[in-house]
């Protein structure tokens, strides 16, 4: 079957319209984020050829200290969750990788277990999780949302780590047994660091979703430990449609994610299906 | 909770069947998701079949479609108050050049929900679109070659074999979208604020809001309580599917 010229150009085309669309709204937020507010409408495109680009907007948004502190929030918040459910979502792939477990729980029933943390909707767990926060006074600590989040992403890592585990001969394991290694040192000194490719590219998945993530940050925090996601949220009732500030923010929240994601591409698909698709 | 707390036995279960407020938000949800996933997966097959080609600059493709997904969906939502704007926004504006009437996006109760189903369809049409080619691709060649061989026509080889090879994938992405449609919640909590009227008030926002805004824990704990029992169907097939699938 050949692919002709026609079917070429056609595909291009469609690549390209799919591309525009889905490049837009991020150009839009930067030309609205370095105009004044006087260029905001009337059609400008083009910074310097239709109106005179401004950092003005930017300068302010980043002095505000509410916004520098959930940013800050919102980092913690990230790196914590990821550096906690790489750890424990490395140990619990390891486990049931070289591990067999006999009796009612099998390897495949402990699989399922953390697995359905991934599946289930938030919305569901959304008030017990806020009552047990409430018990434990963690209500508006960044710890709450460490908490939730590791809990819901520690599935994405073991899906990935298993993944990359399944290479690795087992035999390589037993050698390293036999030699006097223990299961930690196995862990730290072999299988890490041969799966280092997948452990890179998981780490940055659970830090965008971590990063991203609404629902729980408006509900568990109110004050201190509010990240960048529920300042969005709340933006708009104490101002107006106002585009530029508007621009700026959801550049400030959308940029580093999406920066991940073209680092993350290797393993996308698989811990974003869970593995579901062979 | 605390002192306060009474035990009213299946109160909140019956005042749920009864509640108007549950009525609107099943519908706002089953409304918008049944404009969102159709659309999404459609277009993402579609756009996969048509570009399921040995060509040049996918990976650079692949790497831009993935953007949607990653894009913080809060941060989305609030950009999208500007794109959706009724006077002078980019979309109204780009109508009003083609001599079409403007939109009202927003303000208008059927309008409102298409722009959320729109948004979303923005974040996961790319999603379906990179699994379903994934999916074609690992298709082997020789299957192509020995139908084209065969039927000399692409429309034939298309129904035959490529068809009935992208099912179980159209499976798992029907699955996982639904899955992830039940979790909705970011975009009208920020574009729409659930606005007009109730209109784009989603399932996940009234709990939300029924049990931290007007505080009445015990009935958002029962609306939880049985979302999850509605979804049981969804979420046995799904760990039969990776139940099946472990090694």
């Known amino acids: ?278 | 909770m605390g002192r306060g707390s009474v035990l009213i036995g299946f109160e909140n279960i019956i005042s749920f069947f009864t509640d108007d407020r549950v009525l609107e938000s099943v519908i706002a949800t089953l409304v918008i998701m049944g404009i969102a996933i159709p659309s999404e997966i459609f277009l993402g097959l579609l756009l996969a079949v048509l570009v399921d080609k040995p060509i040049r600059g996918m990976k650079f493709f692949r790497t831009i479609f993935s953007f949607p997904f990653f894009a913080t969906p809060a941060a989305v939502a609030f950009l999208s108050v500007t794109i959706f704007y009724e006077q002078g926004g980019p979309i109204n504006s780009l109508l009003s050049f083609l001599g079409l009437d403007p939109i009202r996006w927003l303000s208008s109760p059927d309008w409102a929900r298409v722009s959320v189903a729109l948004v979303d369809i923005w974040q996961w049409t790319p999603f379906c679109f990179l699994i379903f080619l994934a999916g074609l691709q690992s298709i082997p060649q020789d299957l192509y070659e020995a139908a084209w061989l065969e039927t000399k026509s692409k429309w034939q080889v298309f129904w035959k074999i490529t068809f009935p090879l992208i099912t179980p994938v159209f499976a798992v992405v029907l699955i996982l979208r639904l899955m992830e449609a039940m979790k909705i919640f970011d975009v009208p909590a920020v574009m729409t604020k659930g606005g007009p009227g109730n209109v784009t008030e989603v399932f996940p926002m009234l709990i939300y809001r029924t049990g931290l805004k007007y505080f009445n824990l015990g009935y958002a704990s029962a609306m939880g309580f049985i979302l999850l029992i509605v979804e049981i169907p969804l979420l046995m097939w799904i760990i039969k599917r990776l139940r099946a699938i472990f090694d």
């Not at chain 1, 585990?165 to 930690?184: H, L, N, Q, R």
């Not at chain 1, 452990?199 to 991203?212: G, K, Q, R, Y």
């Open chain 1, 1 to 278: 079957m050949r692919v002709t010229l026609t079917e070429k150009i056609i595909t291009y085309i469609i690549l390209g319209i799919m591309t525009l669309i889905v490049i837009f709204p991020f150009y839009w937020a930067f030309i609205n984020s370095i105009k004044t507010p006087k260029d905001i409408f009337g059609n400008k495109w083009i910074p310097f050829l239709q109106f005179d680009p401004t950092l003005q907007n930017w300068k302010e948004e980043l002095s505000i200290e509410s916004n520098l502190m959930a940013l800050k929030n919102s980092l913690i918040v990230a790196s914590l969750t990821t550096l906690f459910s790489l750890a424990l979502g490395t140990m619990v792939a390891f486990a049931l990788s070289f591990f067999r477990y006999k009796g009612f729980f099998k390897n495949v029933d402990i699989y399922i277990f953390f697995l359905t943390q991934r599946i289930l909707p938030p919305s569901v767990v959304l008030i017990p999780i806020f009552v047990m926060m409430k018990t434990l006074h963690l209500l508006d600590s960044v710890w709450a949302l460490i908490l939730v989040y590791t809990a819901f992403n520690v599935p994405l890592v073991i899906v990935i780590m298993r993944e990359m585990f399944k290479s690795i001969p087992v035999e390589v394991i037993e050698a390293a047994t036999v030699d006097g290694a223990s299961w930690k040192q196995s862990l730290l000194r072999i299988v890490i660091p041969l799966s280092a490719p997948g452990l890179i590219s998981v780490a940055l998945i659970v830090f965008a979703f971590a990063w991203n993530e609404l629902l729980f940050a408006l509900s568990l925090t109110y004050m201190k430990a509010k990240t960048m996601t529920v300042v969005i949220a709340g933006a708009q009732h104490t101002r107006g449609t106002e585009f530029w500030y508007i621009g700026v923010r959801s550049l400030l929240v959308m940029t580093i994610p999406v920066i991940i994601s073209i680092f993350a591409q290797r393993y996308l698909v698989k811990g974003l299906t869970l593995g579901a698709l062979k």
